[in-house]
């Protein structure tokens, strides 16, 4: 049987570790910001929902 490197690789590879709190409390607050800077931005007429909507076309050719 080989030395399990390969699976020890394979682990460390794809298994994404938990965040702490700490990351995903700031996170959440700038998620919460930028959110908040959207609306406002489309209220004032600055930007509109389609540039930054879910049918925005641009980027969905890199998969």
């Known amino acids: 049987m080989q030395s ?3 699976r020890r690789a394979r682990k460390m590879r794809f298994h994404a570790k938990n965040e ?7 996170k959440a607050v700038k998620r919460a910001e930028m959110r908040e800077e959207r609306q406002e931005l489309e209220r004032q007429g600055k930007i ?11 980027g969905r050719g890199r998969r």
């Open 4 to 6: 399990q490197v390969l």
């Open 20 to 26: 702490s709190k700490n990351i995903r409390r700031t």
């Open 48 to 58: 509109s929902y389609n540039n930054f909507g879910p049918m925005n076309q641009r």
